[in-house]
Every structure is written in structure tokens, then in C-alpha cells.
């Protein structure tokens, strides 16, 4: 198992491990298991891309749904794992840089895990059959049960009634007149019954996934481009990415410009000792964070001129360090410029 922060402390015993994702189904999936007498832990993976908000205050997260929703969870940090799974998803990317069905796979996996790990006979979802286009359709689902190791143990609360016998509903252990039959994209059915639980507040479904952003996609893209097969990206670097402007200098560097100081703060934040830190030595500008090649410093310097005041003038003085290493040189403005 690849290495991964773990929060929070499981609930003795539990008989289920429930995927936790912080929206209203996952939360109705859970509670309608309660209300069967089953003990359900929640479980919620975490990773650069989604869930991200919760990194730092993971333990008042864990806190905050136990209060608002008597929902025992864990959070899982499975950054590592996911940025090596994105060089090359067996079954794809979506529109933008999104693996979902790897994704999905990647998280009822380490649910089954941890469920065979805790003694848990099954694993929960809030998926609800037709909901998504792609990763919620009847054949992908059969496709993520067996591909993770689960048919037979990967129970949709919402969805169950349309779908084939579980084994905890075969054994009695979970009734299967108490689950539901919702499909399709429309809510209602969803928002009725959280009123029927006395479930007032929920939050919005979980803040949505960067991968799925062109934007963001798109400049993750590029240097998962350069990197081949021979390692991946980062994590530092995929969180910059979420900042600043982007430059791609080919081959295998990339720039990231401070828009303003708050960025230029959190990217000297996030900078290590193997990126060019770079700046205007003589009059306050932007930060650049150059990844890559020192021999790519003086196209670099030229991108954080122009987001300066210094673009019009004829020679501008650039700081940089580089780990313990520092220097200045000249910028000189291009007589096209
Ligand atoms: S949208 Fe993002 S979080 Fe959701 S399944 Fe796809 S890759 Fe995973």
C-alpha cells in the first residue's frame, strides 16, 4: 500500500464502510443503514483535486460531520496514490483529466481494504443508477464491482431496489424493502426523503473535482505531458498549478506568475528547494516559481517582467534562488517588445 495520511479513529465492530463525499446522497446512504440498526463508518479519501479544503483541518471536519450528522468518518489521504494512477488510467480519462471510473475503482478498493481490515461484511455507496452520464450507468457499475474485488458486497442504498441482491440483503442482515429505487439526474427524490430524516442542511455536493475544470485540466495535462512514463508530477507542483498564470516552457519546465500577493504568498509557500524562486530584485512584482531547468531562467524572467511594472523598461534586475543557491541578472527588453 502506497503511503497515506490517515485521520479520525474507526468505530469498533462496524458492518459497513460507507464512501463519504461530503453530498447529500452519500449522507442519506449512511443514515438509511442506521436506521436499520446497521453500524456504518464513513469513509472520505482526500487528494489534491478533490476534497482538497479539508487538508490542515481534517480533524474538525471529522468532528463537524459526527455533530451534524451522527456520521462516524475518517479522512484518507490518497494524494500519492492518485497522482501516480493519473499518468495512465486503465480505463480513460472523461471530457477534461478526469479518470473517473479509475478513481472510483481506486476508492472502493481501499474501502474493501479497510472494511476487510476493520471486519466489515460490506461496502456503501450514495451512487444513484442514471445519475451521471458515464460513471453512474448499470454496465459501469457491474464494471467497478468487478474490477474492485466487490460484487455481491457494494451496496447503493439509493439505487439498490433497481439493481441485483446484495449479500448482506440476501442474509437478512440489511432489509431490502428499506432501501430505495431512485435513478436518474433529477433530485427530488433525494430532497424528500432528507426531509423525511429530518436532514435540514446539507452541504453542496462536495465543492466539485478540479480534474473536471478545462482550465485547471488543462494545465495538469501539459506537465503530466512532460513527465512520459517516467514518474509523475509533484504534489507540490500540482498545487501550484491551482494558482498564478501558467507559462509551459518545453521541454519539461513550466512557470507559474503570482496574480497578486496572496498568490505570490502561497506559492512561496508551496516552492521547494528544487524550483527557481524569482522576483524583481529592485522594485516589488510578482514572484515566478519556475519548474524545470535553470536554463529556462531568462524566458522566465521575461514572463514575470511583463506581469510587472518594469515591463518598459529597458534593463530590469532579476533575483533568484534555487535551494541554498542564489543569484541576480539583467533582464533586457527585446527591441520587439
Ligand atoms: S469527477 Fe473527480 S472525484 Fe469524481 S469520480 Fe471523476 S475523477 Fe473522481
Redesign the pocket.
Known amino acids: 500500500m502506497k503511503q497515506e495520511a490517515f485521520f479520525g479513529r474507526p468505530i469498533p465492530h462496524p458492518q459497513a464502510v460507507a464512501l463519504f463525499s461530503r453530498g447529500l446522497d452519500s449522507i442519506l446512504a449512511v443514515k438509511i443503514l442506521q436506521r436499520q440498526g446497521i453500524a456504518v463508518q464513513g469513509i472520505l479519501f482526500m487528494t489534491p483535486?478533490?476534497n482538497a479544503g479539508i487538508r490542515e483541518r481534517e480533524n474538525d471536519f471529522i468532528t463537524a460531520v459526527n455533530r451534524d450528522y451522527d456520521i462516524p468518518l475518517c479522512v484518507v489521504d490518497i494524494s500519492e496514490e492518485f497522482l501516480e494512477l493519473l499518468q495512465a488510467p486503465a480505463h480513460g480519462y472523461?471530457k477534461n483529466f478526469?479518470?473517473?471510473i479509475d478513481?472510483?475503482l481506486l476508492m472502493v478498493r481501499k474501502a474493501r481494504d479497510y472494511a476487510a481490515q476493520w471486519g466489515a461484511a460490506f461496502i456503501v455507496t450514495g451512487e444513484v443508477l442514471g445519475q451521471r452520464p458515464f460513471?453512474q450507468r448499470r454496465d459501469t457499475m457491474r464494471i467497478i464491482e468487478r474490477d474492485s474485488g466487490t460484487t455481491g458486497i457494494l451496496l447503493r442504498p439509493l439505487s439498490a431496489r433497481l439493481l441485483p441482491e446484495t449479500i448482506p440483503e440476501q442474509e437478512g442482515l440489511v432489509k431490502r424493502e428499506e432501501l430505495f429505487d431512485f435513478s436518474g439526474r433529477g433530485r427530488k427524490p433525494q430532497m424528500e426523503l432528507a426531509a423525511r430524516l429530518g436532514i435540514s442542511s446539507f452541504p453542496s455536493p462536495a465543492g466539485g473535482?478540479l480534474?473536471?475544470d478545462p482550465a485547471y485540466a488543462r494545465r495538469l495535462k501539459t506537465i503530466y505531458a512532460d513527465c512520459r512514463d517516467s514518474h509523475h508530477p509533484a504534489l507540490r507542483e500540482v498545487e501550484m498549478l491551482k494558482y498564478g498564470r501558467f507559462y509551459h516552457l518545453p521541454p519539461a519546465s513550466f512557470l507559474i506568475v503570482g496574480r497578486k500577493q496572496a498568490e505570490n504568498k502561497r506559492l512561496l509557500q508551496l516552492a521547494g528547494d528544487e524550483d527557481v524562486i524569482m522576483r524583481l530584485a529592485a522594485m516589488p512584482g510578482p514572484i515566478g516559481i519556475l519548474c524545470g531547468t535553470e536554463d529556462k531562467m531568462k524566458t522566465a524572467a521575461a514572463r514575470v517582467v511583463q506581469h510587472s511594472k518594469g515591463k518598459n523598461l529597458d534593463e530590469v534586475l532579476i533575483s533568484w534562488s534555487r535551494g541554498s543557491r542564489s543569484g541576480t541578472f539583467k533582464h533586457v527588453r527585446s527591441k520587439d517588445s
Open positions: 483535486f478533490f472523461g478526469n479518470p473517473c478513481c472510483k460513471s473535482c480534474l473536471t
